[in-house]
T-cell receptor, first 115, second 112 residues
């Protein structure tokens, strides 16, 4: 049973380009969370999705950022017109269900560098 | 809103015991989790406390006091491989406890 798979592991984009980050949850998991981590800092919640639904996007900037989790395929975090401040590690986590004690499993992250 | 406080850095020697404290402020608290993250790696789950008391898993234990809004992670018989960042995270009433809000992390350095 493969873990949470994120790709690419490293992504370099020039200012103004688009970044697409992919996350395939663990098999049987239908809950996906995206977090952003700046160097030497904690993980900041961005968005919580279930299949075809955005449950909570309160941590995601209103402009340039969007996320989806289609019925088929991975969850995608899209950042349009990237700026240097978007450089960070983006982690995806998945969980099996809504239980409070359900462990969330994290992927290895995508490290985005905007040049 | 939520806030979590934990020390930014702790240093200890191999074989020692270290305690990483976490205090939190949140509404509708459900439970406290601990995660370990090595440099360049993914956060990995260590423990979860939903009720007051101590949870023990091998060399690691975690404690929660809901009345004090306080918890800690205890690491015993420290090994060099324990050098990592440790994050406490709360589950609260947002989305019925299905989200984690993380503290800023404690960087643990284990010395020979």
């Amino acid at each position: 049973n493969a873990g949470v798979m994120q790709n690419p592991r490293h992504l370099v984009r020039r200012r103004g380009q688009e970044a697409r980050l992919r996350c395939s949850p663990m098999k049987g998991h239908s809950h996906v969370y995206w977090y952003r981590q700046l160097p030497e800092e904690g993980l900041k919640f961005m968005v919580y999705l279930q299949k075809e639904n955005i449950i909570d996007e309160s941590g995601m900037p209103k402009e340039r950022f969007s996320a989806e989790f289609p019925k088929e395929g991975p969850s995608i975090l899209r950042i349009q017109q990237v700026v240097r401040g978007d450089s960070a590690a983006y982690f995806c986590a998945s969980a099996r269900d809504r239980g409070r004690e359900t462990e969330a499993f994290f992927g290895q992250g995508t490290r985005l560098t905007v040049v | 809103g939520q806030s979590l406080e934990q020390p930014s850095e702790v240093t200890a020697v191999e074989g020692a015991i270290v305690q990483i404290n976490c205090t939190y402020q949140t509404s509708g608290f459900y439970g406290l989790s601990w995660y370990q993250q090595h440099d360049g790696g993914a956060p990995t789950f260590l423990s979860y406390n939903g009720l007051d008391g101590l949870e023990e898993t091998g060399r690691f234990s975690s404690f929660l006091s809901r009345s004090d809004s306080y918890g800690y992670l205890l690491l015993q018989e420290l090994q060099m491989k324990d050098s990592a960042s440790y994050f406490c995270a709360v589950r609260d009433q947002r989305n019925a406890g299905n989200m984690l809000t993380f503290g800023g992390g404690t960087r643990l350095m284990v010395k020979p």
